[in-house]
């Protein structure tokens, strides 16, 4: 998915680290979600308000109806992992461990805003946990201070074209600016982005692989234009028709800021295609490709596949049963970390999560944290997704596994549990990932990998290459019982409410903390009412993507 070029590789960004926002930007921009006195941020969180309010009606609350920590950072994680595909360095992807991070955990707050949004997170969670508006208001600033990242980028591409921020750019002009905002965006933490000899290099080959098969830069360079003809086209009553249209740095800024709301969605056909080729290496229709067939893919192949067994068992997409050769669990190998393009040092662009969605449809229809057994069977029999389509009658094995997890919780089957992600991978085996005991939650993220590699070797390859298909996945016979090929009773819920306790963090800060949180509780109410004035007087619509 990402570009192949060989950059040495760098511990960190010397860009990002050269010229991070400053604290008063970031203030400024926060204060734009807290106040509620910008119609953006009043779009957003109409957004954001309409993907994540579903899941907060089905989480588990305190008895003033509010959620843990971990439960909050369920929502945002699952926010941006639909709608933008960002895995945010901190949070961590969504798994079923017995100690999920809380959500001020994310690196980009503790470096960033940790007056702000820290003094919000800690002091709100005191006693009474977090409401649908904190996680929203929450979302909404992650994402304004990724995407304020991007000016500083922005920037640095002015400079590495020798263009001053303070010229008005052609078409021609800005698309050689983005191409190598483009270029930077890709490779992240591996490209020294001041280096202008190495940036004009790399940037040089890629022009050279233009008018190639399946040029990757082609594709960036379509995307670009896309966007840039979309935006002149919308302000075409605006400028001189008989003259080109010439940009702004701040126009320029807004185009970059469409770039990175749409980038997780278009890059996403690349998932997609990657998930096809894994789809017709899988013998049997049920998510998973012998690790034999997953590294002898052809030279001539567009995707081949070359992830280490070790990798590949640390994030839980091999699947190892006693008897039979390994396999890759399709799932679970395309949410990897893999499968993720750089971003910046705070985040990583992955493939957009398809179970987050699936979860949400489900959660937006139960409405509490658990409900029977039945019902739930009725609901994803009608359910249809890229991969299956509905209304389908589920196998009797898969009924029987459900009715088990009711029978273990006095009836009802907890949504949020490791029993029933585990139950919805078998429902779902191309979209939702079987939940694998981790050793840590940072093996899914692309930074614990940046040094120490993933690629498996060439003797690795051909070990598992040359083994015969006579003991590969097999059914032992024709029996609906099959299709669940391992389950655990080993349950998880993460998200128990726990007694209102008293928190003592920052007691040295208290009396600055608790009037910074007067101030920040009142603007978001203004916020919320904002939005529900909003709501009122229009509908909730899905932005616009270009693929």
């Known amino acids: 998915m990402a570009l192949c070029l060989a950059v040495p590789s760098r511990s960190q960004n010397v860009f990002l680290s050269a010229h991070a926002v400053t604290t008063a930007n970031v203030e400024a921009s926060l204060r734009m979600f807290i106040d509620g006195q910008s119609s953006a941020a009043v779009r957003r969180l109409e957004k954001i308000d309409a993907s994540m309010r579903r899941s907060f009606q089905a989480l588990p609350k305190n008895d003033q109806g509010r959620l843990t920590s971990q439960a909050a950072r369920y929502l945002v994680h699952n926010y941006f992992a639909q709608e933008h595909g960002w895995l945010i360095n901190g949070l961590g992807a969504h798994s079923h ?85 483009l270029l930077m965006f890709e490779l992240g933490t591996n490209l020294n982005v001041t280096d202008h000899e190495t940036h004009n290099t790399l940037k040089a080959h890629m022009e050279a692989t233009l008018g190639t098969d399946d040029s990757f830069w082609e594709k960036l360079d379509e995307f670009q234009r896309d966007t840039v003809k979309n935006y002149i086209f919308e302000r075409r009553h605006v400028g001189n028709p008989f003259h080109a249209y010439e940009f702004t740095f701040d126009e320029a800024v807004n185009v970059v800021e469409t770039l990175f709301h749409t980038y997780g969605r278009w890059q996403n056909s690349e ?55 390994p396999h890759v669990l399709i799932s679970n190998y395309l949410a990897g970390p893999s499968n993720c393009v750089a971003g910046s040092a705070f985040y990583s662009v992955c493939c957009l999560s398809e179970c987050a969605g699936i979860m949400s449809e489900l959660e937006g229809k139960v409405q509490a944290p658990t409900t029977n057994a039945s019902f ?29 997890i009711a029978v273990q919780h006095e009836g009802v089957v907890p949504l949020h549990g490791r029993m029933f992600a585990q139950w919805l991978h078998y429902a779902f085996p191309l979209e939702c990932q079987y939940p694998q005991t981790l050793a840590s939650s940072s093996v899914l993220s692309p930074a614990h990998w940046e040094l120490q590699g993933h690629s498996a070797t060439e003797e690795e390859k051909e070990h598992f290459v040359s083994l015969t298909s006579d003991n590969s996945f097999m059914p032992m016979d024709e029996s609906e019982d099959t299709q669940i090929l391992q389950w655990s009773d080993e349950e998880v819920l993460p998200f128990q409410v726990q007694q209102p306790g008293v928190s003592y963090f920052g007691l040295a800060r208290l009396p600055a903390q608790l009037c910074l949180l007067c101030a920040i509780v009142k603007g978001l109410a203004e916020v919320w009412k904002a939005v529900v004035r909003a709501r009122h007087s229009f509908a909730p619509y899905p932005e616009k993507h270009f693929v």
């Not at 739930?376 to 009608?382: F, W």
Request: proline share 4%; charged share 25%; hydrophobic share 40%.
């Open 271 to 325: 998932c997609d295609m990657m998930k096809e080729e894994l789809i017709s290496l899988d013998q049997h229709d049920y998510g998973r490709v012998p690790l034999r067939l997953f590294y002898s893919q052809p030279d001539a192949a567009v995707y081949k596949f070359g992830e280490s067994v070790d990798y590949l068992r640390q994030t839980g997409a091999l699947e190892e049963i006693p008897g039979q050769q």
């Open 97 to 181: 461990q017995r100690y999920a991070p809380d959500v001020h955990e994310a690196d980009i707050l503790q470096h960033k805003a940790p007056e702000i949004l820290e003094t919000l997170l800690h002091a709100q969670n005191s006693g009474r946990g977090f409401s649908l508006r904190d996680a929203e208001a929450m979302a909404a600033a992650l994402e304004r201070l990724i995407v304020d990242e991007s000016a500083a980028m922005l920037e640095a591409s002015y400079v590495l074209n020798n263009f001053r921020t303070d010229r008005h750019l052609s078409e021609r002009q800005l698309r050689e600016v983005l191409m190598s905002f």
């Open 376 to 404: 739930i069977v009725d609901l994803v029999g009608s359910m249809s997704s890229t991969s299956v389509d509905g209304p389908r009658q589920l196998p009797g094995s898969l009924i029987d596994r459900l009715d088990a």
